[in-house]
């Protein structure tokens, strides 16, 4: 069990450029979750994965951010025309449906919009 | 709507000094409350969880019970090491289909030797 993994760690973008983000899930997990995080605050839930499909999405979900998890494993999260309010960490966790819920957290990305 | 609150930070201890960081939650239902904590640039650790009333969660000397009288989850260690030094968050987990967490705003906590 390799827990969590996210890449990239750190991203520099500068204002009005796309990025994208990854997550790994632990494998058995079938949920999937984005947040963000900005400095001094705790995590607010973006949007969550049950296998490929996206079952809630958060107002703080613009449409310039989408996500997607393809085959049920790992998911993207990519942000368009990105805004220096973008500037936060990313983080995904995972959990496993009908156990006890409990999400584990990858060690996150963060994001710089210059 | 449902909402963490926490006590505040920096908390500032001396080593092997007595630890509480108040949390207290505001929720319909029973949530399962929980403890993550988070060590400098990197992601959310779990610390420990309750998921009904009276329920103790413990991990590491660190423990919180399961207060719905009071609606509290607080967090106590006797003896803090100065490696507990991070950002400790208390979360709610709430109990729709999609089993979120709703995050306090973290309290920090530095413990010098």
């Known amino acids: 069990d390799t827990g969590v993994s996210q890449d990239p760690r750190h991203k520099i973008t500068k204002r009005g450029q796309n990025v994208t983000f990854r997550c790994d899930p632990i494998?058995?997990?079938?949920?999937l979750y984005w947040y963000r995080q900005t400095l001094g605050q705790g995590p607010e839930f973006l949007t969550y994965f049950q296998n490929e499909a996206q079952l809630e999405k958060s107002r703080l979900l613009s449409d310039r951010f989408s996500a997607e998890r393809p085959k049920g494993s790992f998911s993207t999260l990519e942000i368009q025309r990105t805004e220096q309010g973008d500037s936060a960490m990313y983080l995904c966790?995972?959990?496993?449906?009908?156990?006890?819920?409990?999400?584990?957290f990858g060690p996150g990305t963060r994001l710089l919009v210059l | 709507g449902n909402s963490v609150t926490q006590m505040e930070g920096p908390v500032t201890l001396s080593e092997e000094a007595f630890l509480t960081i108040n949390c207290t939650y505001t929720a319909t239902g029973y949530p399962s409350l929980f403890w993550y904590v988070q060590y400098p640039g990197e992601g959310l650790q779990l610390l420990l969880k309750?998921?009904?009333?009276?329920d103790k969660g413990s991990n590491k000397g660190f423990e919180a019970t399961y207060r719905k009288e009071t609606t509290s989850f607080h967090l106590e260690k006797g003896s803090v090491q100065v490696s507990d030094s991070a950002v400790y968050f208390c979360?709610?987990?709430?109990?729709?289909?999609?089993?979120?967490?709703?995050f306090g705003s973290g309290t920090r906590l530095l413990v010098r030797p």
């Open positions: 494998s058995e997990h079938n949920r």
């Open positions: 979360a709610l987990q709430w109990m729709d289909s999609s089993y979120k967490l709703i």
């Open positions: 309750a998921t009904k009333a009276d």
């Open positions: 966790a995972s959990s496993f449906q009908g156990a006890s819920e409990t999400q584990y």
